[in-house]
């Protein structure tokens, strides 16, 4: 008698072959699509808060008026969100090394795929 608790669940409404029960044993390259997915998601987020943080950053500036602290203040923001950024693109970087090194699939052919208009 099979056990009913170790059974794969699937996913009637994925019509992608790689996720059966013959092609993916454990539910390994799922795990894969999922965690790179998350980590792509994240970086995007960090990208879209940069944006905002820097365009505020910029606004701030215009509307200092020469006010030193208030010059400061914005230029502060604008550094911050740059490093931010770099932090992000970093840790995408940090990832990509992990998983040459340490051979996880989901890491090793981790790209970036810009949207087409």
Known sequence: ????????IINPLI???????????????FTS???GAIIRLLL????????FQ?????????MSEGDKTKLEKAR?????????LFIA???FVILFLIG???GIESLKTFTLQWPAI
């Open 1 to 8: 008698m099979k056990n009913k608790f170790l059974t794969q």
């Open 15 to 29: 019509t992608d072959d790689r996720y059966t029960p013959e092609n993916d044993p454990g539910g390994t390259q």
């Open 33 to 35: 699509d999922l965690i």
């Open 44 to 51: 995007l987020v960090a990208v879209i808060i940069f944006v």
């Open 54 to 62: 820097f365009l505020l950053g910029a606004i701030q500036w215009i």
């Open 76 to 84: 502060s923001q604008i550094q911050n969100s740059l490093t931010g």
């Open 89 to 91: 693109f970093l840790v």
């Open 100 to 102: 040459h090194f340490f």
